[in-house]
């Protein structure tokens, strides 16, 4: 078993940023794909970016120039930098490691304009 939990999430304006950080513990290795997805309310959950094994990411077509995803592989702790920050980026944001079925519990975002 392994467990996810995110944190970071808040209000943010338009144009501004945050920043979202998931820690894991548990059976969850820095070698294991993670990502970051989100849901919106009314829509289904959706890829956001990810990180393959040897680190190499990808993101949506939505977020790609304005996200970075990152990772600390000493501590196995997934970050998500947001930048650019539009109000169609409020969603629920969930950090996930989906080929093994771990979710975190997400953490809300939500964008003024």
């Known amino acids: 078993q392994a467990q996810l939990m995110e944190s970071g999430g808040g209000l943010g304006q338009a144009g501004g940023s945050l920043k979202l950080t998931c820690r894991t513990s548990g059976k969850i290795f820095a070698s294991d794909p993670m990502g970051w997805y989100r849901r919106a309310p009314g829509k289904q959950r959706e890829l956001v970016a990810q990180?393959?094994?040897?680190?190499?990411?990808d993101y949506s077509d939505s977020v790609k120039g304005r996200f970075t995803i990152s990772r600390d592989t000493t501590t196995n702790t997934l970050y998500l930098q947001m930048n650019s920050l539009k109000p169609e980026d409020t969603a629920v944001y969930y950090c996930?490691?989906?080929?093994?079925?771990?979710w975190g519990q997400g953490t809300q975002v939500t964008v003024s304009s």
């Open positions: 990180v393959h094994v040897g680190g190499v990411t």
């Open positions: 996930g490691a989906p080929v093994l079925g771990y």
